[in-house]
Every structure is written in C-alpha cells, then in structure tokens.
C-alpha cells in the first residue's frame, strides 16, 4: 500500500467580458489563481478560471463537494483584484451561498450548465515528500502494473515529463535493461525515476535510504 494523502481544492469558472487577462496570475497574498479560458461554444465568450487552497479533511468531490466559505474566500479575492463585474449576478456572497446542485458528482452532471459560476471541488492526490509517485506497483498475474500519480497540485503540468520517464520505465521493463540504447536523454529520464520509485515510502526501502544518506554520504 502506498502512502498518499488527498489534497481537495476548488475552483470556479465564470464567463464574463470584463477581464482582460491572457496568461495565468497569482494573487501572492491570498495563492488565488486565475487563468484565462476560452469557451468553445461561443468563441466571443471569455471565460477565467479561479482556483486556489488545499485541505486535507475531506474525499467530497466535483459540484457536491464544495464548501460554501472556500468558495466565499477565493470569489472575494476575484472581486478585489477585478471587480464585481467579473462574477454572476450578486457576487461572491451571493454565490457561495447558493445550494449546491444535488447529485452532480458522478454521471452526466459532472459538469452542471445550470450553475453559471461552475463551483467544483477536485482531489490532487500528492506523497509525504511532495514528488510524483512512477514506477511499478506489482503486477496482475504476468503483466506488471505501473503508476502515475501523486502529483499534487501540479498535475497538468508535470504529468507530460513523468510520463516520459514512465515510458522509458515501461520499455526497461517489458523488453530487458538489454535493449536500451546509450542514448543521454534515457539515462537522463532513468536516474529521475529513481527519485519518483514508489517503493520509497515502504520500511525497507526509508531504511535503506536513511543508511545510504546519514552513514554512507550518498543521496540514493
């Protein structure tokens, strides 16, 4: 069994032509994001996704997980920063207030279009040390079964680079250390993997590190 904790996060996207952002900022005093989207059934339709916190006392998720005063808090930072125009009608009390809609965290409301400031809740899986877990996990009879995962908060943008590392992991593995060329960039990708094993969380591998690092003088 491998060691994860579940960091729950929310976020809101809410249409509006009132923002004029075109890359992704942070309010450094609050650590509310706000990243622009773009609607793909009304092209003149700007969207901003504001997202922010991390709480770790809770598996609710999508539209039903939502916690009223974590919405409240990040939608009023949206308000400082652009104003109350920004938000769907009554602004950030008014819409953190709203009843959750019933039912939409599985099937086909997921999504709800009936909520115009699209309140969600998300689980980013993360490990104790904060890397992403890659690697084998055992296996399902002859077929050996592989993660990855544990990215936190950061998952779109490391999960492309681990999954460079876990294709080089998966081609070790099913065609033999044998068949790999010399090539920089693998050995490059192979030497990180080490430090994303998920291995590294089980007594016998955290004992083995603490010897090689406290004793020994070496980091792996």
């Known amino acids: 069994q491998q060691q ?3 960091q729950q996060g929310g976020s809101s996207s809410t249409g509006s032509s009132n923002h004029v952002i075109q890359r992704s900022l942070c309010d450094a005093d609050s650590m509310v994001f706000f990243s622009p989207l773009q609607d793909e059934s009304d092209k003149k339709k700007q969207l901003m996704r504001i997202a922010a916190f991390g709480d770790f006392d809770g598996w609710g998720y999508g539209p039903e997980g939502v916690r009223s005063w ?4 990040m939608l009023s930072v949206a308000e400082k920063n652009f104003g109350s125009s920004l938000l769907p009608g009554g602004g950030s009390k008014a819409i953190s207030k709203r009843p959750l809609v019933a039912k939409s965290s599985l099937g086909d409301k997921l999504c709800p279009s009936d909520d115009d400031a699209t ?19 055992g296996s399902v ?4 079964v592989f993660v990855n995962t544990g990215h ?4 779109w943008t490391l ?24 090539s920089g960039v693998q050995k490059k990708l192979l030497e990180l993997a080490d430090h994303l094993e998920p291995s590294r969380f089980r007594w016998p591998e955290v004992f083995r590190r603490c010897v090689n690092m406290y004793i020994r003088g070496v980091s792996n």
Do not use: F, I, N
């Open 4 to 6: 994860q904790q579940q």
């Open 70 to 73: 974590r919405m409240e808090q």
């Open 119 to 137: 309140r969600w809740t998300g689980l980013r899986p993360m490990s104790p040390d904060g890397l992403p877990l890659v690697g084998q996990v």
């Open 141 to 144: 009879g002859p077929a050996p």
């Open 152 to 155: 936190g908060a950061l998952g």
């Open 159 to 182: 999960s492309g680079g681990t999954a460079e590392v876990l294709g080089e992991l998966v081609c070790k593995t099913m065609k033999g250390p044998e068949t790999m060329s010399d």
